[in-house]
């Protein structure tokens, strides 16, 4: 049944369950994600097998809106890059999406697998990638939720591509948006500072991948207990409002100028001044030959181990939760921008002697780029965050508990704030 809008007073034609298990046999659950469940799905005729991702309407009023936000989005989009949807039924209780599957590894375990890894590895990835989004963002969606977890190779083959996956926060740039969406440690400073924003916090997310596929290391990092999640992500908010990164020795002694130049021009504080996707293919490091032959593969693997062998960067219900901590109050003024200079925000934060170095002073390229317009209403929202949040802030379980919730309920897990009313008449 073709997905649409209907005319009003025109009945709903829903799919029988029926229709479902006559064309495909559902497996077991494979994972449980913050709006769905997921299926790994044989065609009876064809024996190919398929991802089904199936959302459940009793979760919520979010749920069925990403539902829909997930269909309108992938319908539109054709690319190598991208896992394409094959078929969709809406039953009166469920949204079923049978997409592509992917059997590769994620990046982080080809990397770990490689007997030689270099720049020009790294750039072959974020190359793909950057297509990819050039693609999306030539049709005005912006992904917002780019990250590690969600790039992975299509097969086990040798010369495999990259894939992108996960669109249910996806969002066409109808005009700028404002509600906070994404991972924590991926999030531009736009979005953290409840700035409006656009297709350049892919770009940014982009840097920040780029970032830790070249050193193994995250580039804003908060030695904070793992299940302080409140104190991390305060700390890690301050830091990416003020672009508090490094290129630190020894990580980056190895790893060429024209690398780090792409990734200062991703992670620009300033979302005009960041590059885009088109103008990121077209930079030397990758459309040139200026990425490096050398293997870094010992000093990348070892920091990988050492930096997400933790579940910290693992749990995915983080996504959007922690992102109400950056509710401020209409009435608060704008605290005033720091000089140039002058303290970091995160100065006194615990340093980690094994993690990246949490010196204030960014790459020049980063720290020029604070302009006041950006800088004041950030300043504002982190100070909103270092508050006790106004309402109770729901933590799920982590993964490597003996026993997740299956499910999330779409209510209480809802990716926008519940004061923000932009989504509505989306």
């Not at 930096?307 to 005033?336: D, G, I, S």
């Amino acid at each position: 049944m073709p997905f649409g809008c209907l005319k009003p007073g025109e009945k709903k034609d829903y799919n029988s369950p029926t229709e479902i298990t006559d064309k495909y046999d559902l497996g077991q659950i494979v994972k449980s994600e913050e709006f769905c469940e997921i299926f790994r799905a044989k065609d009876k005729n064809t024996l190919k097998m398929y991802t089904c991702k199936k959302f459940l309407k009793k979760d919520g009023r979010k749920v069925r809106k990403a539902a829909k936000n997930e269909i309108l989005i992938l319908k539109m989009v054709k690319h190598p890059n991208i896992l394409q949807l094959v078929d969709v039924y809406e039953t009166r209780k469920e949204y079923y999406l049978f997409l592509e599957l992917a059997t590769g590894r994620e990046v982080f375990d080809w990397i770990l697998d490689q007997g030689y890894y270099s720049e020009r590895d790294t750039s072959n990835v974020i190359r793909q990638v950057m297509e990819a989004v050039a693609y999306l963002h030539s049709l005005k969606i912006v992904h917002r939720n780019l990250k590690l977890e969600n790039l992975v190779y299509y097969n086990r083959l040798k010369h495999s591509k990259i894939v992108i996956s996960d669109f249910h926060l996806a969002k066409l740039e109808n005009g700028l948006i404002k509600e906070p969406c994404g991972t924590p440690e991926y999030l531009a400073p736009e979005v953290v500072g409840r700035q409006r924003y656009g297709r350049p916090v892919d770009c940014w997310a982009l840097g920040v991948i780029m970032y830790i596929l070249l050193s193994g290391n995250p580039p804003f990092y908060d030695e904070t207990d793992d299940d302080d999640y409140e104190n991390h992500d305060k700390n890690l908010f301050r830091k990416i409002l003020a672009g508090d990164y490094e290129f630190d020795s020894p990580y980056w002694d190895e790893i060429s100028d024209s690398a780090k130049n792409l990734v200062s021009r991703l992670m620009e504080v300033d979302q005009d001044q960041r590059l885009t996707a088109q103008e990121a293919i077209n930079h030397e490091w990758i459309s040139g030959n200026a990425a490096s032959d050398k293997n870094i593969k010992e000093n990348v693997c070892a920091q990988i181990e050492k930096n997400f062998a933790k579940a910290k960067w693992k749990k995915a219900v983080r996504v959007t939760t922690m992102m109400k901590r950056l509710r401020a109050p209409e009435h608060q003024t704008a605290a005033p921008v720091a000089a140039p200079g002058a303290p970091n925000p995160a100065a006194g934060a615990q340093e980690n002697p094994q993690a990246p170095s949490e010196a204030s002073t960014a790459p020049s390229s980063t720290a020029e780029s604070n302009s006041t317009s950006t800088e004041a209403p950030a300043v504002e929202a982190a100070a909103a965050a270092a508050q006790p949040p106004a309402e109770p802030v729901l933590h799920t379980p982590a993964p490597e508990q003996p026993n997740p919730t299956p499910r999330c309920n779409g209510e209480a897990l809802a990716p926008l704030p519940s004061d923000t009313g932009e989504e509505q008449s989306s």
